[in-house]
């Protein structure tokens, strides 16, 4: 199935404004950079919800030790942690006391992104005021299903089955 990406417009809720406070923040640190938050914490704004953590994609990097992030995020690990596809470093925002996944990711667009999330869950995002999302059932970002195909990595899709 073809996948079919959409946008829709930015809320107006007090959790839209800290996703885009901490891609604004980012972005200013790091001119010309793409940058988008994706996953559960976008999803959770849409639904209403609190998110536990913020996941903040770097686009078109391998490496994100070199990303400069504001004086208020602390490294609450000692070393970035390397994935299959992908760099993290793990903050805590002081001012909010919030956490913040910085990821680098080496994919250059928003729906190759969120292709590679696992089990079709949270396939949502968002950049500078609009969503963008993967509609595989024609039903929307509200219908989130649980996709098991072999074609994705195995061990990221069973290390989130246990986590739920």
Do not use: H
């Not at 006391?97 to 910085?102: G, K, N, Q, S």
């Amino acid at each position: 199935m073809d996948r079919v990406l959409r946008t829709i417009p930015m809320p107006d809720s007090d959790q839209a404004r800290v996703i885009q406070g901490l891609i604004n923040s980012i972005v200013a640190l790091n001119p010309g950079e793409f940058v988008a938050c994706a996953g559960g914490a976008v999803r959770d704004m849409l639904i209403g919800v609190p998110a536990k953590d913020y996941d903040i994609f770097i686009f078109n990097r391998y490496d994100v030790n070199d990303i400069q992030v504001p004086d208020n995020f602390v490294q609450i690990t000692g070393e970035s942690t390397r994935y299959t596809v992908s760099m993290v470093r793990k903050f805590q925002v002081n001012d909010f006391e919030l956490a913040v996944d910085i990821i680098a990711t080496p994919f250059s667009t928003i729906d190759l992104l969120l292709e590679s999330f696992d089990w079709n869950i949270c396939r949502v995002a968002m950049t500078f005021g609009d969503f963008v999302f993967v509609d595989e059932s024609g039903e929307g970002v509200f219908q989130l299903e649980y996709n098991i195909n072999s074609s994705i990595k195995p061990s990221a899709s069973l290390e989130r089955m246990y986590r739920f």
